[in-house]
């Protein structure tokens, strides 16, 4: 029977972690197993039950001390080593230590399969490397547990709840706008890079799908945004755009707590709308709000299009 898995390398910045984290942690609390993820690194401590550890699905208190930097990289080179050593229980019959990567499925599914592969092969401790592979429905089931867990601090949401506060005294309803820029702009040759102008068209045109309603915007943004591009509809910036450059974060870019912020403001949104992103669409996730993510400057926005996630993704 599979007693522990470890995720045991990063997948990019915060959306890509917590959505693997996510699909991992449901598969583990299903089958009974521990889960530990040294992967988060500084992500892990701006959030309520991750803060200053690495076991999660049992212990749920808040009480804790961040982890010091040089620990968690320690912590995380130490598994990367292990990785790379338990390959030979490839070679191996009923190993307990099995090492295994999964990153290339089209579906994106069958994460539960890939467990239970590696447990028919004898496998007590498990070192995987996931990206593209999940499990939505067992996200779903455990959904009110992922969100506990990832809760972000409480003076990370008072800030947020401020903004969107003073957004809510004056309008009926709020849409989330996510503004990817940054990566973006080269990702996927900018195919999914749209500029503010483009963005204020669909918060328009979903303003005009709600003719009695009136609508507030709230936009986050890992690149700097202006109030001139967004003239005539009544907006507030999340906290990240306090601190942005023009030109957008890069991956490289040191873990600020301003993207927890932004990221629970956008949760708390009535709707949200945004490109291909882990980011938004963890936000949806966790907030249970109704996402749109774009990928043309030729669609639409209207409430309609707009579904709530049964699993970030």
């Known amino acids: 029977m599979l007693k522990i898995v470890i995720l045991s390398k990063r997948n990019s910045q915060m959306g890509n972690r917590l959505t693997m984290h996510a699909h991992l942690l449901a598969c583990c609390l299903e089958k009974g197993c521990t889960f530990l993820n040294p992967t988060l690194g500084g992500y892990a401590d701006f959030f309520s039950c991750t803060r200053g550890r690495l076991l999660l699905q049992k212990d749920l208190s808040v009480d804790r001390t961040p982890t010091?930097?040089?620990?968690s990289s320690f912590i995380y080179f130490c598994v990367r080593?292990?990785?790379?050593?338990?390959?030979i229980s490839r070679l191996l019959p009923r190993c307990p230590i099995q090492s295994r990567k999964a990153t290339r499925n089209p579906e994106g599914t069958g994460l539960m399969e890939f467990l239970d592969q590696i447990e028919a092969k004898g496998g007590r401790l498990a070192l995987v490397q996931t990206w593209k592979i999940r499990e939505y429905?067992?996200?779903?089931?455990?959904?009110?547990?992922?969100?506990?867990?990832?809760?972000?601090?409480?003076?990370?949401?008072?800030?947020?709840?401020?903004r969107l506060s003073e957004l809510r005294s004056r309008v009926d309803l709020v849409l989330g706008v996510h503004i990817r820029h940054g990566d973006y702009r080269k990702h996927k040759g900018g195919d999914l890079f749209f500029s503010p102008r483009q963005?204020?068209?669909w918060m328009v045109g979903f303003a005009k799908a709600l003719p009695e309603v009136k609508v507030g915007f709230a936009i986050c943004s890992d690149a700097k945004q202006k109030a001139k591009d967004f003239i005539g509809l009544d907006i507030i910036f999340g906290p990240g755009n306090d601190e942005a450059s023009d030109y957008g974060n890069k991956r490289t870019a040191f873990?600020?707590?301003?993207?927890i912020e932004d990221n629970?403001?956008?949760?708390?949104?009535?709707?949200?709308?945004?490109?291909?992103s882990?980011?938004?669409?963890?936000?949806?996730?966790?907030?249970?709000?109704?996402?749109l993510q774009v990928c043309s400057k030729d669609e639409y926005v209207t409430p309609d299009r707009f579904a709530i996630p049964i699993g970030p993704d």
């Open 68 to 71: 010091p930097r040089w620990i």
């Open 81 to 87: 080593v292990l990785y790379q050593m338990s390959k």
């Open 137 to 162: 429905n067992l996200c779903a089931k455990y959904a009110d547990t992922i969100r506990l867990i990832f809760m972000p601090l409480p003076y990370l949401r008072q800030r947020a709840d401020e």
């Open 199 to 201: 963005y204020r068209s």
């Open 255 to 259: 873990v600020k707590d301003t993207s």
């Open 264 to 276: 629970y403001l956008l949760s708390q949104c009535d709707y949200i709308l945004g490109t291909v």
């Open 278 to 291: 882990t980011f938004c669409s963890w936000a949806a996730f966790w907030g249970g709000k109704p996402l």
